[in-house]
């Protein structure tokens, strides 16, 4: 009854003629799918708020003359990634991506041929190797839950830390469990040297610009973001953590399960400054998303001339101090048609998340922003 109602609502708003069965039937059909399939599960939705109710308020905000583009935007571009999509990602970081790379070094370090994995697997070495991963999330998007159920009896409890702000005494606790099951492999206590984390990734699931984690601000001459510190908080606290991780050789791995080439072209332009002092820092995206998901000029133009148009865009109650100015095409400029089922980036346009508590336009799924008091 309450769909039955909402799409009598939404045929309204869009000035359906009773007699157009074939629209009704289309628009009905796809819509009331893909709520009951995804859109449904949004986080940010109030209890006894759903997607259908949502969109038909959502569409009534725009100009009669708009709403078809509005309604096309919604079925044409919009990428909605469920619960359920990115949980599949975070289960194929291990064997689809990490697990690679420790077979690359232990095949380079004892010269066996990349392909005879068996044989690489079963050595000490890469066991060590396995066991000398610390997994530490960079946002609540990490996932370290879902990561470390989905493999079992290949990655310990102790390797899995929900924050990259790592504290000496729990980093401690860590290296001395480290050390036991080290003995357990080795058949051996381990030396002082081949006791300590060798590599670290950092896990996250969405990144667009890359500022986030690591940008170079030319006017302080720093380095900003969670990676620069992460870095300062175990370089400058250097004597406190060297007993924890191989300093001199420390491999760090900036894990995303979803992100753009432009977050991927930041990260590394940051890296390649003169003045980046470390070494061995990589990025290990899992999913690259296409720039043909994007809002491009030419084939968007309707749809970016609706992110555009002062009447949908609430300036002030979406720009702040933490945003920036002119991001009707989201944070970045990275014109995203992108939610994410816990919460919509604000790289996305603000067309789809703009707050529940701005007065003169409301997104289809708002979003829950990090610094804003609400």
Known sequence: ????????????????????????????????????????????????????????????????????????????????????????????????????????KIANEKSIPYWRIDEITSTKEYKALKRKCLFCGLSDGART???????????????????????????????????????????????EKDSKFQMLFLLDDFSASGTSYLKYKDAEKKFKGKIAQLYDNIYKNKDQFKTVFDLDNLEVHIVIYMCTKQAIDQISKTISNADWPYKNLHITPIYIIDDSIKLNPGPDDKYIALCNNPKYYDKGGIEDEHTGNDIQMGYGKCSLPI?????????????????????????????????KEL
């Not at 939705?45 to 709403?67: C, H, I, S, T, V």
């Not at 290296?175 to 080290?182: G, I, Q």
């Not at 816990?342 to 990090?370: A, M």
């Open 339 to 371: 939610v994410l089922g816990h919460n919509t980036p604000n790289n996305s346009v603000p067309l789809l998340w703009s707050y529940d508590s701005c007065e003169k336009f409301k997104g289809l799924f708002p979003r829950i922003p990090r610094h």
């Open 1 to 104: 009854m309450k769909n039955e109602i909402a799409q009598a609502l939404l045929n309204k708003i869009l000035s359906i003629p009773d007699t157009d069965t074939e629209r009704m039937t289309k628009i009905g059909r796809y819509f009331q799918n893909m709520a009951r399939y995804k859109f449904d599960d949004y986080h940010q939705y109030y209890p006894g708020m759903r997607f259908l109710e949502k969109f038909a308020l959502w569409l009534n905000q725009f100009d009669e003359a708009d709403r078809d583009t509005a309604l096309e935007f919604i079925e044409e571009k919009l990428v909605f990634i469920s619960h359920a999509e990115m949980n599949l990602l975070v289960s194929s970081i291990f064997p689809d991506k990490i697990k690679d790379i420790l077979i690359g």
């Open 145 to 191: 839950e879902v990561f470390r159920r989905s493999n079992p009896g290949v990655i310990s409890h102790e390797q899995v830390y929900l924050t990259y702000e790592l504290s000496v005494d729990r980093a401690k606790e860590m290296s001395e469990k480290l050390k036991k099951e080290l003995k357990d492999i080795y058949g051996a206590e381990p030396s």
